[in-house]
Nanobody, 124 residues
Framework: QRQLVESGGGSVLAGGSLRLSCAAS????????MGWFRQAPGKEREGVAA????????VYADSVEGRFTISQDTAKNTVYLQMNSLKPEDTAMYYC?????????????????WGQGTQVTVSS
């Protein structure tokens, strides 16, 4: 059973917007933190944004600060990533992660559960 299911990826022109969703279930349901990561071909997976579940702080990578917003709907066990002013360099596979076991919120090594990813493509 998949613990995290992402949706909302797609193709947009530069300057456009997309909203990604990540629905949590099972053991990932009681996450302390949830985060969004991305990985472009030939590059390392990088942390984009993370949120403390239950109304706590959010953190963002410098590259997306001011353009992306992470939010949560605890009633739906879902975390969102609103992406505005998209750039071609935002093109990547975007992954949702849940439950920090060790490390910082934007570290890919910190999380226990991962989704399968949703592709975001931004063309100029």
């Amino acid at each position: 059973q998949r613990q995290l299911v992402e949706s909302g990826g797609g193709s947009v022109l530069a300057g456009g917007s997309l909203r990604l969703s990540c629905a949590a279930s099972g053991d990932a349901y009681n996450a302390n933190w949830m985060g969004w990561f991305r990985q472009a071909p030939g590059k390392e997976r990088e942390g984009v944004a993370a949120i403390h579940i239950g109304g706590g702080p959010t953190v963002y990578a410098d590259s997306v600060e001011g353009r992306f917003t992470i939010s949560q709907d605890t009633a739906k066990n879902t975390v969102y990533l609103q992406m505005n002013s998209l750039k071609p360099e935002d093109t990547a596979m975007y992954y949702c992660a849940a439950v920090i076991i060790n490390g910082t919120p934007l570290s890919q090594y910190a999380y226990k559960y991962w989704g399968q990813g949703t592709q975001v493509t931004v063309s100029s």
